[in-house]
T-cell receptor, first 109, second 115 residues
């Protein structure tokens, strides 16, 4: 079966750095996405990785290792507004997205 | 309006009612999706329409019936639902084809409660 694993919840301090991991086992791989979802709102796109390595976008970076079936989202200089759920999703061989259950990130002052 | 819109935002219905959820995308995309989001569970893909043809139906009960009259509009018709169908229903759209990242854009969702 297809499976995406990510931690259920993480806590970090304002101004710090946090890394959210995602491991996957899917039938084929055509890219990995990270989305942010604030409580009661729609998921919004953060990043897309299809090749191995690090993609940096401002305070957020995403890393991919296809051989290990592993990705992480790195958030720097954390702000209170970063409190949200972070969803990892992999596009499989049929180009459909397989979603993780999300990681709820709590930022403390 | 821009992006993906959904109506209604909240819906409470009895198990014998019939209602419809509406989604509209203003992005010129050629694919639309219905997802179910329950607490602490992964997003569940329900239906996919590409170029107005249904291409995915993930064993969804027949009490959910999708309709895609054109590439900008998507409906989810509901009838004789069960309490376990209470969830957030999200609509999304994307552009499919060569050179596309297939990034999905989501609407705000309809919070459905079945009593």
């Amino acid at each position: 079966g297809q499976n995406i694993d990510q931690p259920t919840e993480m806590t970090a301090t304002e101004g710090a750095i946090v890394q959210i991991n995602c491991t996957y086992q899917t039938s084929g791989f055509n890219g990995l996405f990270w989305y942010q979802q604030h409580a009661g709102e729609a998921p919004t796109f953060l990043s897309y990785n299809v090749l191995d390595g690090l993609e940096e976008k401002g305070r957020f970076s995403s890393f991919l290792s296809r051989s290990k079936g592993y990705s992480y989202l790195l958030l720097k200089e954390l702000q209170m507004k970063d409190s949200a759920s972070y969803l990892c999703a992999v596009r499989d061989s049929n180009y459909q997205l397989i979603w993780g259950a999300g990681t709820k990130l709590i930022i403390k002052p | 309006e821009t992006g993906v819109t959904q109506t209604p935002r909240h819906l409470v219905m009895g198990m014998t009612n019939k209602k419809s959820l509406k989604c509209e995308q203003h992005l010129g995309h050629n694919a639309m999706y219905w997802y179910k989001q329950s607490a602490k569970k992964p997003l569940e893909l329900m239906f996919v329409y590409s170029l107005e043809e249904r291409v995915e139906n993930n064993s969804v009960p027949s009490r959910f019936s999708p309709e895609c009259p054109n590439s900008s509009h998507l409906f989810l018709h509901l009838h004789t639902l069960q309490p376990e169908d209470s969830a957030l229903y999200l609509c999304a759209s994307s552009q499919e084809g060569p050179g596309s990242s297939y990034e999905q854009y989501f609407g705000p969702g309809t919070r459905l409660t079945v009593t």
